[in-house]
């Protein structure tokens, strides 16, 4: 089975630009997160969706970040307008939770580089 | 609220020789306790979990963790280190009243030594 897919890998762009993060859960899964990592703050949840319902975006830095989940396949994280600081690699991660299967499951990431 | 404590930010091992990466967590109802690992480059990897019964329980790659409840600890362990296993450990836990978010520990660096 596919795992969780992440597009792009790599995105570079200038301060100013809007910026769209895409993910693909394992299909089945109920449950989506948005990461970010970066060396000075370590791994930090940006927001979680259970059956595609945002249920905590208390992580979301500010205004400038939105994610939706249209349906249960796809999930967009977007930036707008993007400043250097956004410079982190983004995980998506999915979990099917359910008694016994909490764990969760990450793509490999898109890093993204802020000019 | 839940928290994770990796104490070592890096842990220096031998190949060959057992190796203990420490996880201390804090919740306030029954734990659900996670090892992650992250090779460069790539995203965190599942290794194992603990959710109830047997504390000794045994992951991928040849890897375990036992689940201390007095001592609030779930360390990862592996008898006999790899060059390979030099990589980035991540210890999570989900209080299982509290949703279904992993709060992770700031991970801990191994690096295995030929």
């Known amino acids: 089975d596919a795992g969780v897919i992440q597009s792009p890998r790599h995105e570079v762009t200038e301060m100013g630009q809007e910026v769209t993060l895409r993910c693909k859960p394992i299909?089945?899964?109920?449950?989506l997160f948005w990461y970010r990592q970066t060396m000075m703050r370590g791994l930090e949840l940006l927001i979680y969706?259970?059956?595609?319902?945002?249920?905590?975006d208390s992580g979301m830095p500010e205004d400038r970040f939105s994610a939706k989940m249209p349906n249960a396949s796809f999930s967009t994280l977007k930036i707008q307008p993007s400043e250097p600081r956004d410079s982190a690699v983004y995980f998506c991660?999915?979990?099917?939770?359910?008694?016994?299967?909490?764990?969760?499951?990450f793509g490999p990431g898109t890093r993204l580089t802020v000019t | 609220a839940q928290s994770v404590a990796q104490p070592e930010d890096q842990v220096n091992v031998a190949e060959g020789n057992p190796l203990t990466v420490k996880c201390t967590y804090s919740?306030?109802?029954?734990?659900?306790l996670f090892w992650y690992v992250q090779y460069p480059n790539r995203g965190l990897q599942f290794l194992l979990k603990?959710?109830?019964?047997?504390?000794l329980v045994k992951g991928s790659y040849g890897f375990e963790a036992e689940f201390n409840k007095s001592q609030t600890s779930f360390h990862l362990k592996k008898p006999s280190a790899l060059v390979s296993d030099s990589a980035l450990y991540f210890c999570?836990?989900?209080?299982?009243?509290?949703?279904?978010?992993?709060?992770f520990g700031g991970g801990t660096r191994l690096m295995v030594k030929p």
């Open positions: 991660a999915s979990s099917l939770d359910s008694p016994g299967n909490y764990e969760q499951y």
């Open positions: 999570a836990v989900r209080d299982h009243n509290a949703g279904n978010m992993l709060t």
């Open positions: 969706f259970n059956n595609n319902v945002p249920i905590d």
């Open positions: 919740v306030s109802g029954n734990p659900y």
């Open positions: 299909s089945g899964h109920n449950s």
């Open positions: 603990y959710i109830t019964g047997d504390n």
